[in-house]
DNA sequence: GCAAAAGTGTTCTCTATACACCCATGG
DNA sequence: CCATGGGTGTATAGAGAACACTTTTGC
């Protein structure tokens, strides 16, 4: 696996140039088949997840390195990112994670020095913030990285084991969507071009977690003013079909600035 | 001034023990006078102020770290304290910081050595975690840090000059408390025991920076039940008397679970 | 009695919510 | 025509804002 080792080459060189001790983790949400899911990443020779994450240059700005981790997994730049909380814990590393680097150390073969370097990185405390991006799941490319097999969208509701707090992490971010889902632009970001208000319902309703009055709510978005009705869509099914609409960005985001009220 | 010079010695030391590149701050918020105030430090040579802060221990967790600092600054624990924000810009230094160790290592003479572990210690590059804290302004007792000469409290409508980008987290700490207002425990935490009903809404004026309506204020929380009645605070104005109340933090804790209802 | 501030009542509007009803579509 | 789901109407309850009115206090 020469790849594998000359990645860690890589690493090691880019080692004494990351700000040591501080770490970035992105929650990417992304929507789909009616569900939020995120973006996770399956590490290399174990059944256990992962945040996409990195680690900031000395000489970068630590926004600038979750954007570059986001568009790193996704290929997506100018996404919603947000950062929405900082862990500090002491243990704030477990088992698998030791586990897992020992494995990965075992399939390459480095020099000494080399293995000391990457494992003393990897071994001593970091302090994570958490950044949390809206993406439109059709327009991102999922890319793994160096240390993991598999990128892929996973529903929240049912989320695979995690890694040392990324559990507890995406938990975190979940809340803070919900805190905030009055301020962020949720549909545009989230959502297609065009799309039905049935989708939008559907949206609200995954992000707040309970179940919202149909007539209601698009009497209440349509007042709001930011949707463009666009035709009709036949969906081939017996029944009425639905308009699309999309969205009036220069009203949306004037609303936002106030906040578009939904009480969670 | 040898005291300082035997300060320098011991942050010599502790330095090894600390989290390289990551620092807290915190916003202490306490109300006076109809006024939000937070506490600042003026640094020791110069006419410019600073949120007091610190460094995390490599076995101390953030929270605990930011707690500790609370606690050195106002003698005051088991506090309402809370991270709001994580500053990670690229330029967290500017001259007048520069300018301040310059002349703080002027005024003593420790070793060639200890001089260079701390000047650099001082000049890298810190991400720094922003806390706010809401006191009861009359039971802590302000006390300056090693590098300060007063501690005070300041009004938060009139602050003097702060170093770095100390304005700009004070600014993110009350747009947080506007913000969170509603799940914060505002009044148990910034008040006297006992308090009139104007008290706390100048309080929540203060913070939402905007008139409230007196009569619908007293209904809206008389209503929501967490507060009891107390005698009459006899002013010897010429004018009704007004009762005092207290919070009753059973209902008050319940309550704030679900959020107490100002728009802001 | 008067001024000032506290406490209570009234009215109006706006929103949220529930639910009824009509409309379009394809089988 | 019927089942299904979209779009609109309506009725009611509660919150919020504006403001009038009453009560208490010290001069």
Not at 122 to 143: E, M, N, Q, S, V
Request: a neutral charge; hydrophobic letters at 40%; aromatic letters at 10%.
């Amino acid at each position: 696996m020469a790849d594998i080792e000359s990645q860690i080459k890589i690493l090691k060189d880019l080692i004494p140039k990351f700000l040591p001790g501080h770490s970035v983790d992105c929650v990417i949400f992304g929507y789909e088949d009616k569900e939020l899911k995120v973006l996770l990443l399956n590490w290399k020779q174990m059944d256990i997840w992962a945040l996409p994450g990195g680690f900031i240059f000395k000489d970068e700005s630590m926004d600038d390195a979750a954007q570059r981790v986001l568009e790193e997994r996704t290929g997506l730049s100018s996404i919603f990112l947000k950062q929405f909380h900082t862990f500090g814990k002491i243990q704030r590393s477990d088992h698998s994670q030791q586990e897992h680097h020992k494995k990965i150390m075992a399939l390459m073969k480095p020099s000494k020095q080399d293995r000391k370097i990457v494992i003393d990185w990897f071994d001593h405390r970091f302090i994570t913030t958490g950044y949390f991006a809206l993406t439109d799941i059709r327009k991102a490319t999922p890319r793994p990285d160096f240390l993991s097999e598999k990128c892929e969208w996973k529903s929240v509701s049912e989320l695979p084991e995690l890694i040392i707090d990324h559990a507890e992490i995406i938990q975190q971010a979940m809340h803070q969507l919900k805190i905030q889902l009055n301020y962020l632009p949720i549909g545009i970001s989230l959502l297609p071009e065009k799309f039905t208000m049935i989708d939008l319902q559907k949206l609200y309703e995954a992000i707040l977690g309970r179940p919202l009055e149909r007539s209601n709510f698009q009497r209440k978005i349509l007042k709001l003013g930011f949707l463009d009705r666009h035709e009709k869509l036949m969906s081939g099914a017996a029944n009425k079909a639905p308009y699309l609409y999309s969205f009036n960005s220069t009203k949306y985001e004037e609303l936002l600035e106030e906040g578009i009220g939904f009480r969670y």
